[in-house]
């Protein structure tokens, strides 16, 4: 089985930044993504990491080390639409997609 | 505009009820998924299909079975509901299904069974 840790909740305030950190056990790895899950609405597709490093997409940014089983998701100039939720997935050798229970992200002016 | 598209939006049902969960997409994908979503436990895949005329199961395949007789449909069939199965349903699908494909997910599904 897969084993896929965030945290819950964490708040921030607009125009600052917030990290999400996710630690995963897995059998195999294809790549690590991350998901932005408005409530109520579905994922939408924000990042994808499958070698170590640094990918960077406007204000989010995506950390990957396959070493340590380690990712974050990087978010800065925070805007109020960014409360959300964020999901970390990572694909497996089967290529399936185990998610983590998400961290909701609170953005307060 | 392209996408996916699912139906109903959302559903009452009193358990032993069969009930079916549709699920249709546009864009020619290869790889469809189910989902269901449950508060603190995430997306937990249940059955996917690779491609037209395959199906697997995924972690939590228990009381429900799907087919794929073409691209684009990917129903979810609940033949006896129970309580359990009150959740949120999301179908998803990808290009392919390998390394690096992305998936992407329809508006979902609430299902109630009572």
């Known amino acids: 089985g897969q084993n896929i840790d965030q945290p819950t909740e964490m708040t921030a305030t607009e125009g600052a930044i917030v990290q999400i950190n996710c630690t995963y056990q897995?059998?195999?790895?294809?790549?690590l993504f991350w998901y932005q899950q408005h409530a109520g609405e579905a994922p939408t597709f924000l990042s994808y990491n499958v070698l170590d490093g640094l990918e960077e997409k406007g204000r989010f940014s995506s950390f990957l080390s396959r070493s340590k089983g380690y990712s974050y998701l990087h978010l800065k100039e925070l805007q109020m639409k960014d409360s959300a939720s964020y999901l970390c997935a990572v694909r497996d050798s089967d290529y399936k997609l185990s998610f983590g229970a998400g961290t909701t992200v609170t953005v307060r002016a | 505009i392209a996408g996916i598209t699912q139906a109903p939006t959302s559903q009452i049902l009193a358990a032993g009820r069969r009930m079916t969960l549709r699920c249709t997409q546009d864009?020619?994908?290869?790889?469809m998924y189910w989902y269901r979503q449950d508060l603190g436990l995430g997306l937990r895949l249940i059955h996917y299909s690779n491609t037209a005329g395959t199906t697997g199961k995924g972690e939590v395949p228990d009381g429900y079975s799907v087919s794929r007789a073409n691209t684009d449909d990917f129903p979810l069939t609940l033949a006896s509901a129970v309580p359990s199965q009150t959740s949120v349903y999301f179908c998803?699908?990808?290009?392919?299904?390998?390394?690096?494909?992305?998936?992407?997910f329809g508006p979902g599904t609430r299902l109630t069974v009572l």
């Open positions: 998803a699908s990808s290009e392919i299904a390998g390394a690096g494909d992305t998936q992407y």
């Open positions: 897995t059998s195999g790895f294809n790549g």
């Open positions: 864009m020619r994908h290869n790889a």
